[in-house]
């Protein structure tokens, strides 16, 4: 059973930066498109960011130019640079593959990003 592990997280003032972690057993990342999806206190879980295998990315456009999504296979880690944080980004982040729930993965437990002055 594949397990995801996210961590990184924390409290951060607004234009901060922070660096998610993404790990995973077994070898989930060699052959899928994987993304980075984020849930804010009374809402929906939400995509943000996708990364192919080949290494192409696509983000909203809430979160265009401002975060950067990366990978390394040799690691099966995934990674989110987030830079100028607002405090509309705080939200538990969660990886998935893209779209979620290939072969019936399930959902880490998340990491926590509060942006607050």
């Known amino acids: 059973q594949v397990q995801l592990v996210e961590s990184g997280g924390g409290l951060v003032h607004p234009g901060g930066s922070l660096r998610l972690s993404c790990s995973a057993s077994g070898s989930i990342f060699i052959s899928n498109t994987m993304g980075w999806y984020r849930q804010a206190p009374g809402k929906q879980r939400e995509f943000v960011a996708k990364?192919?295998?080949?290494?192409?990315?696509y983000y909203v456009d809430s979160v265009q130019g401002r975060f950067t999504i990366s990978r390394e296979h040799a690691k099966n880690t995934m990674y989110l640079q987030m830079n100028s944080l607002k405090p509309e980004d705080t939200a538990v982040y969660y990886c998935?593959?893209?779209?979620?729930?290939?072969?019936?993965?399930?959902w880490g437990r998340g990491t926590q990003v509060t942006v607050s002055s």
């Open positions: 990364i192919t295998t080949g290494g192409h990315t």
């Open positions: 998935n593959t893209f779209p979620p729930g290939f072969n019936l993965l399930g």
